[in-house]
């Protein structure tokens, strides 16, 4: 359970405010992830990053800003987000880069934009 | 896109009874077949998947098989227990890509 951990797990945000998300591996993983779970919608990934470098970006609004310092670490900034934006933020880690790695996901941060 | 679609979208299931998840895929460079499961709150977890060159995997109660010409994969759970209930996602995935399915809500009966 402490393979990778997320801040906060809960955040209630007002639209013009600024917050970050942390995600934080301790598995020795290469490569790092943002998703986004939505109710009744499938997992969708936002961000890829190998070995800090962003290798993915699928389409996500500039509102939404990755940060990755080193291959343990990554942040998701927001700021002027909308209430739509509500959602389950899941990080997740896999040894290497590459799509047909196993996911390791971290717990969340479950946030509501008001 | 990668199109993915899971069948069922629920379940209910008696326990002891045996449980099937379909997950059907339009990539034909799709190459790896893993199947997460996440309990009410909590992270999705890996609990088995299978690599293009084999058709099926079995982990105790649980087993994946996979055509790939057909395009699909299924999640088998044998005599399944209160703990099974959970939902299941698919995620079919190659070197470009990787899609989630919708997910499966899947509830035991005591």
């Known amino acids: 359970e402490t393979g990778v951990t997320q801040t906060p797990r809960h955040l209630v945000m007002g639209m013009t405010n600024k917050k970050s998300l942390k995600c934080e591996q301790h598995?020795?993983?290469?490569?790092m992830y943002w998703y986004k779970q939505s109710a009744k919608k499938p997992l969708e990934l936002m961000f890829v990053?190998?070995?800090?470098?962003?290798?993915e970006n699928n389409s996500v609004p500039s509102r939404f800003s990755p940060e990755c310092p080193n291959s343990s670490h990554l942040f998701l900034h927001l700021h002027t987000l909308q209430p739509e934006d509500s959602a389950l933020y899941l990080c997740?880690?896999?040894?290497?880069?590459?799509?047909?790695?196993?996911?390791?996901f971290g717990p969340g941060t479950r946030l509501l934009v008001l | 896109g990668e199109n993915v679609e899971q069948h069922p979208s629920t379940l209910s299931v008696q326990e002891g009874d045996s449980a099937v998840i379909k997950c059907t895929y339009s990539?034909?460079?799709?190459?790896?077949f893993p199947w997460y499961k996440q309990e009410l709150g909590k992270r999705p977890q890996l609990i088995i998947d299978?690599?293009?060159?084999?058709g099926e995997k079995k982990d105790q109660r649980i087993a994946v098989t996979l055509n790939k010409t057909a395009k699909h994969f299924s999640l088998h759970i044998t005599e399944t227990q209160p703990e099974d209930s959970a939902v299941y996602f698919c995620a079919p995935s190659g070197n470009e890509k990787l899609t989630f399915g919708t997910g499966t809500r899947l509830t035991i009966i005591p």
């Open positions: 997740a880690s896999s040894q290497d880069f590459g799509f047909s790695e196993t996911q390791y």
């Open positions: 598995l020795g993983h290469n490569a």
């Open positions: 299978i690599r293009s060159n084999v």
């Open positions: 990053y190998n070995f800090k470098e962003q290798t």
């Open positions: 990539d034909s460079a799709s190459n790896y």
